[in-house]
């Protein structure tokens, strides 16, 4: 098990139950990700993809969860050794999102304050996204003269729809987290002095729960966003077989057809996604 472990502006804590704990750690920078926290979070993540995790609870430190791209950071260089900058930037982080995006390990993202750039990507890429009621949200790349990273202009026409993507992206318009919930931005939202305790809540709960089923969860919602009905439903019926013959799927069988809650931890569970 990897313990507890931290890199320049990212904390990650294994518990030896598979609750892993990721923090963004520049609160008194709005969480502003720069090339060191970038990497920091695909260290995070490649630590999430060995070990046993049976759920991922991402925050971040401070009165904001992520204003986006460390501008300061950015503003020291220009020409070539930005570009050259820039791309080292988006590589670790947008290795980081596809290795959280394919684990079987669900993943609760508590977010705050500031929501803004890359920070919408890390909020979007959480199955379970609990936004605090003060809270907001804005795109902010196009005000600056930037284009979309974070797999954000992936993320919002998915679940926002593409006329409302667009509308966040180009006016940059900040919109709080009572409409970000009413869009599909967010899963809900709670009292800012609740977040921390129901972002726990939350994932506690998922960490006990079957974490292949989970995987297999995630990946077909993520299959059906592109995929046509019947395809859908041969991959559904496989995964759904391939579930119920696990060890997963016994354990809950029985706990059902036994009247007691299931204990899927002790049934072993693939968390490296396929």
């Known amino acids: 098990m990897d313990g507890t472990m931290s890199g320049v502006g990212v904390g990650i804590d294994i518990r030896d139950d598979g609750l892993a704990r990721v923090t963004l750690r520049r609160g008194d920078a709005g969480n502003a990700i720069g090339l060191a926290t970038a990497r920091g979070l695909l260290d995070a993540a490649l630590a999430c993809q060995r070990a046993d995790v049976r759920a991922v609870l991402l925050t971040g430190e401070g009165r904001s969860f992520c204003v986006g791209g460390d501008l300061r950071e950015f503003a020291r260089l220009d020409g070539a050794a930005l570009e050259e900058h820039l791309i080292a930037v988006t590589d670790a982080l947008h290795e980081a999102l596809r290795i959280f995006a394919r684990l079987d390990a669900p993943m609760v993202a508590a977010v705050q304050g500031a929501v ?31 284009s979309p990273d974070a797999g954000v202009s992936w993320f919002l026409p998915r679940l926002v729809g593409p006329k409302r993507a667009l ?50 969860t995630r990946r077909l919602v993520a299959a059906g966003l ?14 759904l077989a391939a579930a119920a013959a696990s060890d997963e799927g016994r ?23 396929t």
């Not at 979007?124 to 795109?139: E, I, W």
């Not at 592109?226 to 995964?239: C, N």
């Open 167 to 216: 509308d966040l992206l180009l006016t940059n318009r900040r919109i709080p987290a009572a409409e970000a919930e009413e869009i599909g931005l967010v899963s809900r939202t709670v009292a800012a002095d609740l977040l921390t305790e129901e972002a726990a809540r939350t994932a506690e709960a998922l960490h006990r729960g079957p974490t292949a089923a989970f995987g297999a």
């Open 251 to 273: 354990e809950g069988v029985a706990a059902f057809l036994g009247k007691r809650a299931p204990d899927f931890a002790r049934a072993p569970s693939l968390t490296s996604g």
């Open 116 to 146: 803004a750039g890359a920070g919408i990507g890390l909020a979007a890429v959480a199955d379970v996204t609990l936004a605090a009621d003060n809270a907001s949200f804005t795109a902010a790349y196009t005000g600056i003269g930037y």
């Open 226 to 239: 592109t995929s046509d009905l019947g395809p859908h439903l041969d991959r559904e019926a496989g995964a």
